[in-house]
């Protein structure tokens, strides 16, 4: 793929991730990352991304690891309760995450349903990215 085809992939991410932060109450901050770590679009300002991405990324890891060995199925989500917010985190298909950051008031029940339509059009984003 070329390097203007990946930048609109980009863009086009980013956008849908400043679009969930604009949807649900409370969210301050987005990371789409590889599952090894590298971030592939971000739209939080305040954060580090290349240190959230990579700790996300283990945090998944061990999600899934924890889920496989307790046998209660897939794994839906990694949640951080903070004194001052959360950090959940999903994985967006087999080789990606979506990190979400929020505030103490963040809408928990809006955020589950809005970031599972984010998951889909990320990973899809993602995949016209590996076909090309």
């Given at each position: 793929m070329?390097?203007?085809n990946e930048a609109m992939v980009q863009d086009e991410i980013v956008r849908e991730l400043a679009g969930l932060r604009e949807r649900v109450m409370g969210v301050t901050g987005t990371v789409v990352a590889a599952s090894d770590g590298l971030v592939v679009a971000s739209d939080s300002p305040q954060v580090r991304d290349q240190a959230l991405a990579?700790?996300?990324?283990?945090?998944l890891g061990l999600g899934k690891r924890t889920a496989g060995e307790v046998a209660l199925g897939p794994l839906a989500e990694v949640e951080f309760r903070c004194q001052g917010g959360?950090?959940?985190?999903y994985a967006v298909g087999a080789e990606a995450l979506l990190a979400v950051m929020g505030d103490e008031g963040m809408?928990?029940?809006?955020?589950?349903?809005?970031?599972s339509r984010t998951i889909e059009r990320v990973g899809a984003l993602l995949e016209v990215t590996e076909a090309v």
């Amino acid at each position: 793929m070329g390097e203007g085809n990946e930048a609109m992939v980009q863009d086009e991410i980013v956008r849908e991730l400043a679009g969930l932060r604009e949807r649900v109450m409370g969210v301050t901050g987005t990371v789409v990352a590889a599952s090894d770590g590298l971030v592939v679009a971000s739209d939080s300002p305040q954060v580090r991304d290349q240190a959230l991405a990579a700790l996300a990324a283990a945090g998944l890891g061990l999600g899934k690891r924890t889920a496989g060995e307790v046998a209660l199925g897939p794994l839906a989500e990694v949640e951080f309760r903070c004194q001052g917010g959360h950090v959940v985190v999903y994985a967006v298909g087999a080789e990606a995450l979506l990190a979400v950051m929020g505030d103490e008031g963040m809408d928990g029940p809006t955020l589950a349903k809005e970031s599972s339509r984010t998951i889909e059009r990320v990973g899809a984003l993602l995949e016209v990215t590996e076909a090309v």
